[in-house]
């Protein structure tokens, strides 16, 4: 739990030196309180004060890694419950369930398809995150074999390890220790030695519990053996429970500052009719998981599962946006047509995509509307006559050009006039309004 | 150590909102937010209404269309499909082909359309107009002249023809949609504009606009989610309406609803990316405080109702 002014400053030295830069320790306090200032300014705190103030200024779920290197999954630091509060932080990992009681090929099959599984939408990178590789065969030599081959066909994709037999955990967590998997499947009966392996192994642990009250006992128990990077299961598997048990947990991380629960959240969706696992998923993604394991991952899932995830997961005060400037898509030449449309992604990626779509090569001017579309940017005066006028003005096109044709969106027909207005010289045709009329539009030409 | 349950107690509740005559439908009534049942109580499961349209459903992609092929030619037999053979727990009757750019069919034709739907089934009824803002002022209080007693669900008024809408819906004793644009005020604006007509505001039903996934979904979620949270934390009586979710016609518009594999490798097999793009909507939007659910798919339908099954 934050502390407040006065908290902190009654464990500060108290000797108003002023080497901190500020005049008064309570000044300083008042300053560190809100989280401007930083607590290494003052050279006389005692180890005491450090250890107080570093604990409660920690955040209220802590921050685990999952994976090393560019696909490495960022979990915990969130602090709100809504997304229109604050930004949501850490997007929810998407983990594919192999067993190592499947045979080599279907297991070939899972791997290519999370190899595969990038795509771009809107401008962002978007892949299946990690392979959840269970001991579904209880077999310890069988699970390190297929842990070890997994790891050398996708050597980037990070790792679950999902066993609660500490034999299997240790040989299979010690080929593959470098890649920093999470070991899942510390519960009450085997706490100890898994804890010992992480530790050993400097590797997060995933907690198994089977309730809130004997999962709060677990993580307590752990981080007393030493294991602070910790991933939390409750047990929940029912739709139901998971509400419960997730929404429980994050307010009590995040308003009560409960620390026993202040980690990751696992969730478990698989499921046998596939549009229901779909939707379990999507619970986890709206309602706070950290790590959310599927049975399978087809394309069409992927899609739409990634593309729920990006939205919540955006900025509510700051739409996603491109860069303001004039695109080239195909290879225009001086003759191309130009059209403008806002900076607003959605629209931009609608647009450009659909251009593409036609082959014409054409110039797309984007014009910064601080991210509204198009007509939201117009009545919000953003996507003006006159604003139109000076970015095309200042941005030198007329000399890159041969004509003086501005193609613009058919929602805004309205400005035609005002921009020919303020543009000497130039014309301006109206497009359609949707941007799916734009191929038969551009071809038409 | 024992957990202790961090419960929340709120101030405010979900208004229970009914249709229908013979069989019906409540939604709403709720005390905390969506399926917490945990903490308060919740009454009544989320209600799934099957959209059906006046005129046959040309524009919608063939994912969706096929299912309705051979009854989707005249809205009576399309909704008798719906309710007989899917088991729909109510019909949306949407008045598409009134837009002045559709069909442009008249009010009176429209309230024929809606009798001769309304003989034929027992399930609770919503009409929807063609959200022109003259023309459903016409239409819909012709619709609701023609279902007077039948305890329908009408919409959707809007800030720029309520008057009219709410006038025929107390004449004729419906419950009213009513629509705003992804705005907590506006939405609240509309609903202290409405009951200042004398309309019970225990009788009204809120659309904050939906959208599509990936195509604004966030901001109708957000909007969703704040006004359940100041229906239920501020105790603001003007918001504690059952919201509605018009999942269908925003989800299958997009192009992932409807682009083949060919045109859209990234998205794989058209059928079920369809079905999903839909299901996914309705399931996210639910979890936000939607409780009326307008829907198209009976795959997406179907897997919803699983969902709130294990949700309840
Ligand atoms: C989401 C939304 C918002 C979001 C903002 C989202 C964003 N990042 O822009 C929020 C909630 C913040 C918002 C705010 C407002 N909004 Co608003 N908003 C919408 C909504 C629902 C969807 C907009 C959207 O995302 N469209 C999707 C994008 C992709 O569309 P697009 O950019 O227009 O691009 C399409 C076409 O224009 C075309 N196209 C684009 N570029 C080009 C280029 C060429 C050359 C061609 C040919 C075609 C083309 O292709 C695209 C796809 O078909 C619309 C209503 C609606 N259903 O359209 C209202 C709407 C745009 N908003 C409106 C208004 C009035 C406002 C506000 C002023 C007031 C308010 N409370 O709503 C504020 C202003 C914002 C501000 N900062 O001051 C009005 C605009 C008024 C008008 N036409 O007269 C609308 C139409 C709603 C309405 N009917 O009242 N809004
Ligand atoms: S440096 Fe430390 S002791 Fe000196 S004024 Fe600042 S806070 Fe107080």
Known sequence: ?445 | MAFTAPNETYSGKVYQVEAGTEKTFVIGGENVLPFHSFEGNVPNRPVIAYEVQDVPPEDWPDTVKKVYDGVSGNPVTWAKHCQDKLNAKAIALRLIGTHPDRENRSAEEAAATVKEVLAAINVPLIILGSNHIEKDTSVLVAAAEAAKGKNCFIGKALEENYKTIVAACLANNHKLIAMSQLDINLSKQLNILITQMGFDKEKLVTDPMCSALGYGLDYTYSVMERIRLAALTQNDVTMQTPMLGDIGMYAWKVKEASAPESELPIGGSLEPRGIAWETVTAGALMMAGAELLIMRHPESVKALEKFIDELM
């Open chain 1, 1 to 445: 739990m934050a502390l407040s002014g006065v908290e902190i400053f009654k464990l500060l030295p108290k000797t108003n030196c002023k080497k901190c830069g500020h005049p008064t320790c309570l000044a300083f306090a008042m300053k560190l309180a809100q989280r401007q200032a930083s607590l290494d300014l003052c050279p006389d705190v005692s180890e005491e004060a450090k250890k107080v103030l570093g604990e409660a200024s920690a955040p209220p779920i802590r921050p685990v890694t999952l994976g090393t290197g560019d696909k490495a999954v960022k979990m915990g630091e969130e602090t709100v419950l809504f997304r229109h509060d604050k930004k949501f932080v850490h997007p929810c990992a998407f983990a594919v369930e192999v067993k190592d009681s499947m045979s080599d090929s279907e297991i070939n099959g899972v791997v290519e398809q999370v190899l595969n599984s990038e795509i771009d939408r809107v401008g962002q990178k978007l892949r299946v995150d990690a392979i959840f590789i269970s001991n579904a065969s209880g077999d310890a030599g069988k699970f390190e074999g297929v842990v070890k081959a997994i790891a050398a066909k996708a050597p980037a994709v990070p790792l679950i390890l999902s066993t609660t037999n500490p034999a299997a955990a240790e040989a299979a967590v010690k080929a593959v220790a470098d890649k920093k998997p999470l070991l899942y499947g510390a519960n009450e009966s085997n706490a100890d030695a898994m804890a010992g392996i992480a530790k050993s192994h400097k590797i997060s642990l995933g907690v198994a519990a089977t309730s809130l009250d004997s999962l709060t006992a677990l993580t307590e128990k752990i981080k007393g053996l030493g294991v602070e990077d910790m991933v939390m299961d409750s047990g929940a598997r029912t739709a139901k429970e998971m509400l419960r048990d997730n929404t429980y947990i994050r307010r009590a991380a995040v308003k009560k500052g409960n620390k026993s629960v202040g980690y990751p959240v696992i969730s478990f969706a698989q499921r046998d009719d596939v549009m229901l696992e779909t939707l379990i998923a999507s619970l986890g993604i709206t309602k706070y998981s950290s790590i959310v394991v599927l049975s399978s991952v087809e394309r069409w899932k992927n899609l739409a599962l990634f593309t729920l995830r990006q939205n919540i997961y955006t900025d509510p005060q700051v739409p996603l946006q491109v860069e303001q400037k004039i695109y080239k898509i195909g290879e225009p030449s001086a003759d191309a047509p130009l059209m403008i449309t806002s900076n607003f992604s959605l629209t931009y990626f609608i647009v450009s995509g659909e251009i593409e779509g036609s082959k014409v090569p054409v110039r797309l001017a984007v014009m910064d509307t601080e991210g509204l579309s198009v007509l939201t940017g117009w009545a919000a005066g953003k996507f003006t006559a006159s604003k139109i006028a000076q970015f095309i003005k200042d941005s030198g096109i007329e000399n890159e050009i041969s004509h003086r044709e501005l193609i613009i969106p058919g929602y805004v027909s309205i400005l035609s006039g005002a921009i020919e207005d303020k543009l000497a010289g130039w014309k301006v045709t109206v497009g359609p309004r949707e941007a799916n009329g734009i191929a038969v539009f551009l071809k038409s030409r």
